[in-house]
């Protein structure tokens, strides 16, 4: 995250992966021959969200 001249937060990405099923493994470091279902790539990202990470609106 970067802070815009106006003030604002702005997210700057270096690299970009598929948002499929086996690009999420991928991020997520899952085996990539496996079928991933939703249940999983679920838990993993809520095991990684910490209260530091955790989007909150104002």
Known sequence: MMRAATG???LSLLSRLSTD??????CLGLQ???RI???QIV???Q???S???L???V
Do not use: N, Q
């Not at 099923?21 to 991928?26: K, P, V």
């Open 43 to 45: 838990a993993t990202l």
């Open 32 to 34: 990539a021959e496996a």
């Open 47 to 49: 095991a990684k969200i």
């Open 8 to 10: 604002d937060l702005r």
């Open 55 to 57: 989007f909150r609106p």
């Open 21 to 26: 099923a086996d690009g999420i493994g991928i």
């Open 51 to 53: 209260l530091d990470t």
């Open 37 to 39: 279902g939703l249940e």
